[in-house]
């Protein structure tokens, strides 16, 4: 066990390496950003100061090296727009997206079991067949169609909802939360449906199929026939059983959420990282495109880790190295 | 009669399809006293197991009771709603699956179950569930349980899971029990055991058994009496001795007929005639137009010498670390041309992967294997491979899994002859339709699918598979171990046939001891990766030399008490 852990943390260290590889070589390709910095009235002796000063007059590994060096350590040079460091502005953007991010993980988690298991146990169900129907819309709806919908009826016609922004928040030395103001919760809820919906419906037609596995099962024919209550046979014995592959889909898709809240922050104007991201795009600030990618990969990473390590928690199976009985 | 326990009286189970009405169960009759182990025997599609679940009502939508009735100690059960079957389940009557290797939870300890359990039918507090608990796994025969109470299923060997099984069953103290065939899975000496245990704990506590099973081996030593479905009818009920023995329903004879005995040989095993499933097989027409090689000059066909196998079991980078698992530990035998040779075991004997390795489709770690004089294991080019392949076919257990489900039957057979260039364009297609003609079913059967055949249809295509080739040696590994008795009957006549008019040389694996007598003329004896005794099959029969192989034999049912009426053959 300890021996697995250890050559997964080596594994995502690898893969770590090589994103911020892909994340550093941005510098070189995309463009130079020396004439992004300098403005049209410039000298040969500008360049060449600017030049050494940002450290571009090194070879190439030696320019790696620095910036996996400042990486490790949370610097990811100055922003060339802003003209600050990127990472206290990653700082200060994070907090409004991992909020976001686990609302609507948190919606998508409990609502898509919660039905999954409810149309799987009702399988032929009037309801339960509704409620596939339904979920075939937020599969194939793109997620800014949703988020534009969503704000024509409860912002525009409603009014219940504000249609943009983060509303009120507190400060908590640096991390801002939304989520303890009225209209901080108020202003979350549209984006966090938006972002969520695709992977609840995702969770609920997955746990659906796996469940309906699950109960065909001679276990679970064996729990009832020893007259067990439905209720000990759906979740005890039969809900366990489905999350193994439930939680691999799971943590791919947390991951995707902070990665795609790219496009909700936009519909909705969130002051999150996506908008800094989209934003950068747009002036080819790339140290702040290079953060992002290394912010989004090691969150996949480590998303993917914990999902290896649930697997142990969850199936006694993996623990014992083959040392049991065949 | 006011004290039988359950009494199932004119039971129909219908399944409304789409198409028409199926029933499962007609108008069945059955009663199980006290401490009485009632024997439900049939095939597979019977209905016995269909029984079962209607009683427990765990039937399958949209089946359903159409009518009779089902009275738990007089009481009539079968028209309670789900909750009041709920109810009863468990608590009154438990059931015991198949395969212990499903029919527990795999996330759960065996101690988490058994609670829970406990819990819920006896009310007992956390402490006195756990103990009775690790009560009842002792009083099934698991060792240290209050150790093992605290292990995942998998921690377990298959015949102590069904072990655990029993005793999960038994948490709330049932009055009946219903074991839906609980040894079919367990290899003979564990079989054994819980069938022992099973008869211990009627007579014992009094409970009434529900023994479901298709083998009359066990229904032989097992049970008192016996009920006899075909089709979903019951043809015949009575005393365990007195069905057995004087059969009077033309069913039944002609399953009890089928049924291979460890006492008496049988030249052909009489075919079943009850509801015209004959089938021929023309080995005849076969037998001409067989091309048949040389006889080898020593009348050795197939040696092997010193065999050893060994698997990786946990891998580590440093060599000395890593753990390996003999599979097969230096085992010899040779194998004469014509001869049916057989190897018996039980699972994890190494048996298969001995196959494995002379079928080339496991690489050898040690030892050597001659065909018709040369050294198989030293063939070098692709081409001498190919021709050692070509001349030796295999048949494998399962008939479900061996057949690729998206080839139709004529491609499936004729695979083999174009994969080894041995004919061309149309004398393919001839040769595909002769096979299946012979082997009775037809050559329109070639424009089908596997999925639309039965299994002892689709172990026939298996073989027209394995003959496509003119093969000289067959291994048949476990060929009948999936298949009804009167299938299995068949399927033997046919391996028959072929060693007698083709001349073919045969590897037989099974660990079937009274198969085995009936098909083989030498046995090899194996036992975790040794070859135990090797000797002819009549000598080692009757007269068995190694303390393992006594042990083997002493397990096998006597069937003694079997009819013997429409078979030819001596008794030895």
């Known amino acids: ?326 | 009669m006011s004290d039988t326990l359950l009494d199932i009286e004119g039971l129909s189970v219908h399944f409304p399809t789409r198409r028409k009405l199926f029933v499962a169960v007609n108008k069945a009759n059955l009663a199980v006293e006290p401490g009485e182990i009632h024997g439900l025997v049939g095939e597979s599609g019977a209905g016995k197991s269909t029984i079962g679940a209607a009683v427990m009502g765990l039937l399958d939508r949209p089946g359903h009771i159409a009518e009779g009735t089902v009275r738990f100690k007089g009481e009539a059960i079968s028209g309670r709603d789900a909750e009041g079957m709920r109810a009863l389940r468990g608590a009154k009557i438990s059931m015991i699956f198949q395969d212990p290797l499903t029919s527990l939870n795999p996330l759960l300890t065996v101690g988490q179950q058994l609670e829970e359990t406990i819990q819920f039918h006896l009310k007992l507090s956390d402490a006195d569930s756990k103990a009775r608990a690790i009560e009842l796994l002792d009083r099934v025969g698991i060792p240290n349980p209050s150790e093992r109470i605290n292990q995942y299923p998998h921690q377990f060997s298959g015949g102590m899971r069904q072990r655990v099984v029993i005793a999960l069953a038994l948490c709330s103290e049932p009055d009946v029990i219903i074991a839906d065939e609980p040894t079919t899975a367990l290899d003979v000496s564990i079989q054994a055991q819980i069938l022992d245990l099973i008869k211990e704990l009627a007579r014992e506590r009094q409970t009434g058994v529900i023994l479901i099973t298709h083998d009359m081996g066990v229904i032989a030593d097992t049970t008192d009496k016996v009920t006899v479905m075909y089709q979903g009818e019951v043809v015949e009920s009575g005393s365990t001795e007195q069905v057995l023995g004087a059969p009077q329903h033309e069913y039944t004879k002609s399953l009890i007929a089928a049924v291979p005995r460890p006492t008496l040989k049988v030249h052909r095993f009489p075919q079943l005639s009850y509801g015209g499933r004959q089938i021929t097989f023309e080995i005849e027409d076969l037998a001409r137009n067989w091309k048949r090689p040389e006889p080898t000059k020593s009348g050795t066909l197939l040696k092997v010498e010193g065999l050893t196998k060994t698997f990786l079991q946990s891998g580590s980078i440093i060599p000395s670390r890593r753990k390996y698992f003999t599979a097969v530990d230096q085992v010899s035998f040779d194998i004469r041309e014509g001869e049916v040779f057989g190897i018996v075991g039980e699972s994890g004997s190494g048996k298969s992967t001995v196959a494995r390795m002379i079928a080339t489709l496991y690489q050898t770690n040690g030892g050597k294997i001659f065909f018709d004089d040369r050294e198989v294991t030293s063939l070098k080019t692709a081409k001498d491979l190919e021709s050692y392949r070509r001349q030796i076919q295999m048949i494998f257990q399962d008939p479900f899994s061996s057949l690729n489900p998206r080839m139709r039957v004529d491609e499936i057979i004729a695979e083999p002859v174009r994969h080894h260039k041995l004919l061309e364009g149309d004398a393919i297609q001839h040769r595909v339709d002769e096979l299946l003609e012979r082997v009775g079913l037809g050559s329109e059967a070639g424009r089908k699918y596997p999925h639309e055949f039965s299994g002892g249809q689709r172990q026939r295509i298996s073989i027209a598979r394995a003959l496509a080739t003119q093969p000289r040696f067959l291994i048949c590994d476990e060929p009948t171990s999936a298949l009804d008795v009167s299938i299995q009957a068949q399927i033997l006549n046919i391996l028959k046939d072929l060693q007698e008019h083709l001349g073919l040389t045969m590897l037989f694996i099974s660990h079937d001891l009274p198969v085995v007598r009936q098909m083989c003329d030498r046995v090899g004896v194996m036992r975790q990766g040794q070859m135990v005794e090797v000797d002819d099959t009549e000598t080692l029969f009757a007269n068995p030399q190694q303390a393992y192989t006594q042990e083997l034999l002493s397990l096998m049912p006597r069937l003694e008490g079997l009819s013997t009426e429409g078979l030819e053959g001596e008794i030895v």
């Open chain 1, 1 to 326: 066990m300890l021996t697995y852990v250890i050559k997964r943390v080596l594994q995502s260290a690898l893969v770590l390496l090589i994103v911020g590889l892909v994340a550093f070589s941005m510098f070189r390709f995309v463009g130079d950003p020396i004439d992004n910095l300098l403005g049209q009235e410039r000298t040969d002796a500008d360049i060449a100061r600017l030049r050494v000063e940002l450290g571009l007059d090194q070879p190439f590994p030696v320019q790696y090296y620095k910036f996996l060096e400042g990486a490790v350590q949370g610097d990811f040079g100055v922003s060339y727009r802003q003209g600050r460091p990127v990472g206290e502005i990653l700082l200060e953007r994070a907090p409004a997206t991992l909020e976001l991010a686990a609302v609507s993980g948190f919606l998508a988690i409990s609502i898509g079991i919660g039905l999954g298991v409810f149309t799987a146990i009702r399988k032929d169900g009037f309801l339960a067949n509704a409620i596939m129907s339904i979920s075939l819309i937020g599969v194939s709806l793109p997620t800014f169609l949703i988020g534009i919908l969503l704000i024509y009826v409860f912002a525009v016609e409603l009014g219940w909802l504000p249609s943009f922004g983060r509303g009120d928040v507190v400060q908590f030395g640096w991390w801002s939360t939304g989520l303890l103001t009225a209209s901080g919760l108020k202003a979350i809820v549209l984006p966090a449906i938006t972002l969520g919906l695709y992977q609840m419906t995702l969770i609920m037609r997955l746990v659906r199929s796996e469940m309906l596995e699950v109960l065909r099962q001679d276990y679970v024919r064996f729990a009832r026939a020893r007259g067990l209550k439905a209720r000990t046979v759906n979740f005890r014995h039969a809900l366990k059983n489905t999350l193994v592959p439930v939680i691999t889909v799971t943590g791919l898709q947390l991951g995707s959420i902070i990665a795609f809240a790219i496009i909700t922050e936009t519909v909705f104007q969130w002051p999150g990282v996506g908008l800094l991201f989209i934003n950068a795009i747009q002036f080819v600030d790339i140290p702040v495109m290079a953060a992002y990618l290394m912010l989004i990969s090691v969150m996949f990473v480590a998303i993917n880790l914990i999902v290896d390590l649930l697997y142990f928690a969850i199936d006694p199976r993996l623990r014992t190295d083959g040392k049991g009985a065949h």
